[in-house]
């Protein structure tokens, strides 16, 4: 295997010191790109410094990006772009690239990643294709898919049919500023696009280099265009649009000062506002008398307007009002209002009508008071802190789902228009000074003002070393720092924030065992003192003014001490900490006060508490308990298979982790043991599981690992859950399953389960993972064949419901286990099937047949014209897809595990109803069969069937009962045939579970006691 030899490093960076800036970094288009040799080494790890990049581009490591179809192909000569590198606290450093690297024959490409990158945006562009990109883990494989898309010509012409050669064709979601459409050569007016996605449709054509107002074409849908020329150009003819004049209404004083109106347009069939459609948004400023002017606008659809200037803003509109209008103009969907309520933005529109027929409209906006605050930033002692960010990002919340601040869209559609850049600038400034971004003064204050009243505030405060403490009611898994604030129209509301010193962090991790190498829960660990790194031997006294809150954990179950230390101290690297130990060993010895001196970074090394030999000194006090700190072969030093089952008999991490190192397994490192994974045994979950396989019987081990080579998390809920399976009769690992993240850096969940039949236990990987329509990918992966997944599915989230029920039955064992799909629909009936491209219907399963060891289905499968799931044919080694055409009846099934219930689903095909019959049939003389008995016979019409029969062998005989669900007519029946032999291993030797046939299908096959006879349950079809 070959790999384009592209690095990306040591090019111009641009650092942003907080993700919010995303939505505006997305329209940066401009890349630069050199090369330089890859770092072997890696370096000590970065201090974390919230606020700032942790990036360093100077040391690198390589990462693969695969670049793929819809079809999951292999996509060569496709551009890879890095938009911005992301460290862990979410600052980012911008990229700049000229000369992207473009994929080899596999569809990858050679990336380097610097040191403290944890996440980065990357696009990619192909031949045909049109870009995609997002932000992925770097932890993972990231991996682009990118579409089929269509290229779009269009000539541009005013009403005397002449060229306009600067004229901006805009289609809708268009992310490429500021032209997406570039000018053809030697064909005045005509403009093409790049590859673009075959869902974008709606298109208008914009011109504002002629001497009148904004000219504009009609709104056009590419898929239909009402007008193109010889050569396939769609023709867009441009007029003058609307002219708007607005004033705020008389509640307003006079002069008016600072502020902006915000403009919104969002049209698609009809002019209705529609999601995915045409968007055009504007801002205007406010003049001194209260008036504003948008001198052309696009007419036939709605435009949508927020204002905000010094002391007022535009009313919000009641959701009742807003359903009026868009009733009453046939604007759009009511339900376009529930995400906004659900919201509830400070800033809601006003809305009216564009008319297809006038030159000028002229609006009214009702206005309402704003708020004030007087913010007031202290330290932990309450000295005042100058020069304080004070940072208010108020949403508004346009129809159609755009979010907006107001005073910040710099980049909307009529700034591509080369719109006076002095104006935005203004208002822009207006808008840091009121709101964005206020500074403290000397005493520690500043006035914000010019905020939405009727909705609560969020904002955060920075300064240089401080940040604000987590907000009291955050979740401790999830902690944020934010800061709140309830405001009252027209008043200055008064609020003190105290701000704590920035300081790096890291996760620290122990365990703590007894002398016998078991694990001790309740044991308390507290820092007293750390060393820097340059003077290990000079100890410094915990200060919480210095190093904040008195650092404490106690030892869990499995003896796991988690907490979180300070890694520098002015500045400094902290390289050891010191810890008082407290708390009970048994019942009758304590540990209390003995000290440690540890690294501050994980060595693999454990603490160890031996119970002094020593009597206590009086019946009242406890044995004293001695504390080391050592190698956990010191205390567990066993032979794999020891280690192996003191690991099923208490399972612990420590034990896990002697087990891998046995083995040499680096690959992965367990961080916590996870019953969640266990769905074998839903009302007593353990982590280790004995299971009994076709190739022995095999220890499964789950938990969560950090994948090695990855950046840490900062909480184990986001690290990937995996599965360690070991040989139970000589403790060798067989291997991990799992242990990984998506290419969207989502970590892939984990689940032990069964599909019915017995021994055929599975692991149930899954992840967030885009390909074409669908959002996840799931494997399925047999425990006694670790090599390489069974089954590899692309599906829709949820998806699929699966049978399981072999680990509860010990007398009888299913034939079959299924898949089944819903798609995008949370529940769909047993009745709905899915649809094949030839027009077949089929169940809505893939089958598992436990006597040939192999999923049958079909590779795609949609319903109607919604896609349910793909299999991955490369990565589902023990996959058969199932032959069959329109005309073929198909019918997936088999013995059950309860009671002899037996159950299928049966599709008939268009036409000509089937017949199901109960037959007893023998041979003839000369070997051909003859039916003995017809015991019932049932019409199935054409659709999705499930039926059902249940056998009970009494001393002379069988009962037999028939359940047929969405069959219309049938009802319960039984029969008393011969007793049946149910020894066999299917219901019909030697066949499919899932199969199909045009004429002729039994579902069941069984002998009889009496001599040639047998039990036929079959379908006809003429």
């Known amino acids: 295997m070959s790999i384009a030899p592209f690095l990306l490093t040591n090019v111009p960076q641009l650092s942003l010191s907080s993700a919010k800036q995303r939505g505006m970094v997305a329209v940066l288009t401009l890349v630069l790109l050199a090369a330089c040799p890859l770092h072997a080494q890696r370096p000590k790890p970065m201090l974390r410094r919230p606020g700032k990049p942790d990036i360093n581009t100077k040391i690198t490591e390589p990462k693969v990006v695969r670049v793929v179809s819809d079809e999951n192909k292999p996509l060569a000569d496709a551009e890879v772009r890095i938009g911005w590198w992301e460290d862990a606290d979410g600052d980012l450093l911008l990229r700049a690239i000229l000369d992207p690297p473009k994929t080899n024959a596999e569809g990858k490409v050679l990336i380097s990643v610097p040191q403290g990158a944890v996440r980065a945006q990357i696009s990619a562009v192909a031949p045909g294709y049109a870009s995609a990109g997002t932000q992925y883990s770097l932890s993972g494989e990231p991996k682009i898919v990118l579409s089929k898309g269509q290229i779009v010509r269009v000539l541009a012409v005013d009403a005397e049919d002449k060229p306009i050669e600067d004229a901006i064709p805009l289609l809708e979601r268009s992310r490429v500023w500021p032209r997406e459409f570039k000018p053809e050569e030697g064909s005045p007016g005509v403009f093409v696009s790049p590859v673009v996605d075959l869902d974008r449709r709606w298109m208008r054509v914009v011109d504002a280099n002629g001497d009148g107002p904004t000219r504009y074409s009609e709104l056009i849908d590419i898929r239909n265009p009402p007008n193109f020329d010889e050569q396939g150009n769609i023709v867009a003819v441009l007029r003058p649009g609307v002219s708007l004049k607005g004033r705020l209404d008389d509640s307003v004083p006079r002069p ?13 069939e009809g002019h209705r506002i529609e999601r995915n459609s045409w968007t055009w948004q504007d801002t205007a400023e406010v003049a001194s008398d209260g008036t504003f002017t948008f001198e052309s606008l696009p007419t036939g659809g709605h435009v949508q307007l927020v204002a905000l200037v010094d002391g007022y803003q535009s009313k919000r509109p009641t959701a009742e009002s807003l359903a009026n209008y868009l009733f009453e ?70 129809l159609g789902g755009e979010l907006f601040i107001p ?97 790096a962090t890291g996760p620290r991790e122990l365990t703590v065992l007894d002398s016998q190498g078991q694990p001790l829960d309740g044991i308390e660990v507290i820092i007293t003192d750390v060393a ?19 650092v404490s954990a106690a030892s869990t179950e499995g003896g796991r001490i988690q907490f979180t230390t300070p890694l520098e101290l002015d500045g400094k690297r902290i390289s050891r900490l010191k810890l008082f130990l407290k708390g009970n060993v048994g019942r009758r010895a304590s540990v209390f006060g003995e000290r440690l001196e540890i690294p501050v970074r994980d060595d693999g090394r454990v603490i160890v508490l031996t119970v002094s030999e020593d009597p206590p000194r009086d019946e009242h006090s406890y044995r004293k308990v001695g504390a080391r700190y050592v190698r956990p072969e010191e205390v567990i ?73 990855a950046p840490p998390a900062e909480r184990t809920s986001q690290l990937p859950e995996a599965a360690f399976v070991f040989d139970a009769k000589d403790a060798s690992l067989k291997g991990m399953v799992g242990g990984w993240s998506s290419g969207k850096g989502h970590p892939c969940d984990l689940s032990l389960t069964d599909l019915g039949p017995r021994g055929d236990y599975f692991f149930q990987v899954t992840a967030s993972d885009e390909n074409g329509p669908y959002s996840q990918l799931q494997q399925w992966t047999l425990v006694g064949q670790l090599d390489s997944p069974a089954l590899t599915v692309f599906s829709h989230r949820r998806d699929p419901a699966w049978s399981a029920d072999s680990y509860q039955t010990d007398k009888l064992s299913a034939e079959f286990g299924y898949l089944e799909y819903s798609g995008t629909k949370s529940k769909r009936g047993r009745d709905e099937p899915g649809w094949l491209e030839s027009g077949a219907k089929v169940p809505r399963k893939i089958f598992w047949d436990g006597r040939q060891n ?32 329109p005309d073929d009846i198909v019918a997936g099934g088999g013995r059950r595990s309860y009671e002899n219930w037996h159950a299928w689903d049966v599709a008939i095909p268009s036409g000509e109803p089937a017949q199901l019959k109960l037959l007893l049939v023998n041979k003839d003389d000369d070997g051909k069969e003859q039916v003995v008995k017809e015991l019932s016979s049932w019409p199935l019409a054409s659709g999705l069937h499930f039926v059902q029969l249940n056998v009970t062998n009494g001393q002379d005989d069988a009962k037999i009962e028939l359940r047929p669900f969405a069959v219309e007519g049938a009802v319960d029946q039984k029969f008393t045939v011969p007793q049946i032999l149910l020894d066999v291993p299917n219901s019909v030797s030697q066949t499919a579970v899932l199969r199909a046939a045009e004429k002729q299908l039994d579902l069941l096959r069984y002998a009889t006691q009496d001599e040639g006879v047998t039990l036929v349950w079959r379908l006809n079809r003429n």
Not at 461 to 472: F, H, I, N, S, T
Not at 854 to 882: C, N, Q, T
């Open 256 to 268: 008016v000062s600072g502020g902006c109106v915000e403009l919104y347009i969002r049209e698609g």
């Open 329 to 398: 103009h046939d604007a759009g969907e009511t339900k376009l209002i529930g995400s906004m309520t659900e919201r509830n933005d400070a800033f809601w529109p006003q809305l009216f009508p564009l008319p297809l027929d006038q030159e000028r409209i002229d609006v009214e906006l009702a206005c309402v008071p704003t708020a004030d605050a007087r913010i007031r930033v202290v330290d932990a002692i309450g000295q005042p802190i100058s020069k304080a960010s004070i940072r208010f990002n108020p949403n508004g919340y346009f």
């Open 407 to 503: 005073g910040t869209e710099g980049f909307a559609e009529a700034a591509r228009l080369g719109e006076s850049r002095e104006k935005l600038s203004n208002i822009r400034k207006w808008a840091t000074a009121a709101y964005l971004n206020v500074t403290t003064n000397d005493q520690g204050i500043a006035t914000v003002s010019s905020l939405a009243s009727d909705t609560r505030q969020t904002f955060d405060v920075e300064a240089d070393g401080y940040q604000l403490p987590v907000y009291p009611s955050s979740s401790k898994d999830y902690p944020s720092r934010y800061a709140t604030l309830d405001v009252a129209p027209g008043e200055t509301t008064p609020r003190t924030v105290t701000l704590e010193k920035v300081r």
């Open 532 to 550: 820097l790194e340059d003077a290990e031997d000079e100890w410094y006294l915990w200060s919480v003014a210095r190093m904040g809150e008195v």
């Open 637 to 709: 030093d066993q032979s794999p298979k020891q280690l192996l089952e003191r690991l099923v008999q208490l399972p612990t991490l420590i034990v896990l982790k002697q087990l891998l190192a046995t083995a040499n397994f680096t690959s992965a490192t367990p961080i916590e043991l996870e019953p969640r994974c266990n769905s074998l045994k839903l009302s007593d979950r353990t982590t280790v599981e004995l299971v009994e396989t076709e190739q022995g019987p095999r220890v499964v081990v789950l938990c969560r690992v950090q994948p090695a080579g």
């Open 854 to 885: 192999k999923f049958i289905g079909l590779p795609e499968l949609w319903v109607e014209s919604e896609p349910l799931y793909k299999v991955d044919i490369e990565r589902s080694s023990a996959f058969e897809p199932l032959k069959v055409s």
